[in-house]
């Protein structure tokens, strides 16, 4: 209960906090800059131009604490020894391309590069077609959309379920297993299997981020011209026809967004891999590299000079897809 007490009035602290800057600010803006007197019109036209800045001040200052400086931190560190203290130049680097664990790493982010993106993409556009075209199509979008209410780690809870091995002879309450031994296989510790496990855990970010495709492509696919589709079906189109040679081609630009947007969360998947395998296994991802380098190694410098390998590979996505999706709206 204290705990409760406590959340409810940091929001309320926080929140009356809030509107006591932006309350303060705008009267000293306006006292300083009075909208009356022979100056009213240059002082209103001076206010207008600062007022803005007032709402996003607050903004640049948490980004800048959070965000720009340890970019740079980072960066200085990656050039230091494990305790972050005496500069070593490049030798975080050597060390990195020589790590057996780190090419591991390398070799998982890349492979749920091209599985997870392209899968959940997919999923999500199979979706917003059919539950379109179906009666109780919203009640189905809401189901397929409900997977992107929980937390990576609940999923991770609800597919250890998924994937649970209880051993020859015992009774399988895992749900994969349970389905394999009643076809008369053998049960199999699913997330334990070198390099196969890795697809069992994509399995997870796709059916989270298939709600999140679906919704964004159905609202592309309502937007395309009924028109072009009339004069599709007058020309004697086939429904997949009108689909992959009408509908695809005009909400490319769309699907092009989503695709990266879901590339850029791959990049920095991390809690799935933790709560199922801990990196085990042939599982290890860049994220979790960098977690054990320095919170388990405490070695700052390897730690950084990894984060900053995420951060160039997220980079020019990011990039991309914010002018990909600037052209939509042109």
Do not use: H
């Not at 809030?18 to 240059?42: H, M, Q, S, V």
């Not at 297993?177 to 008369?184: D, E, R, V």
């Not at 054990?292 to 700052?300: G, L, Q, Y």
Request: proline residues 4%; hydrophobic residues 55%.
């Amino acid at each position: 209960m204290s705990q409760l007490l406590i959340a409810i009035g940091t929001m309320i602290v926080g929140v009356g906090a809030c509107l006591l800057y932006f309350w303060g600010t705008n009267k000293a803006l306006d006292t300083i800059y009075p909208a009356r007197g022979e100056n009213a019109g240059a002082n209103i036209l001076r206010a207008n131009s600062i007022r803005p800045w007032l709402f996003l001040g607050p903004a640049i200052v948490i980004l800048t604490i959070y965000l720009v400086y340890p970019v740079f931190n980072s960066l200085l560190l990656s050039f230091k020894d494990p305790a972050g203290v005496e500069y070593e130049g490049l030798a975080n680097y050597k060390q990195l391309l020589a790590d057996a664990k780190f090419r591991e790493s390398m070799r998982n982010n890349i492979l749920w590069l091209v599985v997870v993106p392209a899968g959940a993409t997919f999923f999500g556009l199979l979706a917003a077609a059919l539950t379109d075209r179906i009666r109780w199509g919203n009640i189905a979008k809401s189901l397929i959309f409900m997977p992107m209410a929980i937390s990576f780690i609940g999923a991770s809870v609800i597919w250890k379920f998924v994937y649970d091995y209880k051993g020859e002879g015992s009774q399988q309450i895992g749900l994969l297993n349970a389905m394999t031994t009643s076809l008369g296989f053998e049960p199999q510790a699913w997330i334990t299997l070198p390099f196969w496990n890795n697809f069992f855990l994509m399995v997870i970010l796709i059916w989270i981020q298939t709600g999140f495709a679906m919704v964004i492509l159905s609202a592309a696919l309502r937007g395309i011209s009924e028109e072009t589709i009339e004069a599709a079906v007058l020309d004697g189109a086939s429904p997949l026809q009108i689909f992959f040679k009408i509908k695809v081609p005009q909400i490319w630009g769309t699907i092009a967004v989503v695709w990266t947007t879901i590339t850029i969360l791959v990049l920095k998947v991390f809690d799935i891999v933790l709560a199922m395998t801990n990196g085990q296994w042939g599982s290890q991802v860049l994220a979790n590299y960098m977690f054990d380098k320095m919170f388990r190694a405490s070695d700052f410098g390897l730690a950084a000079t990894s984060a900053l390998v995420i951060m160039a590979m997220v980079i020019p996505i990011m990039v991309w897809n914010i002018m990909e999706a600037r052209k939509d709206f042109k």
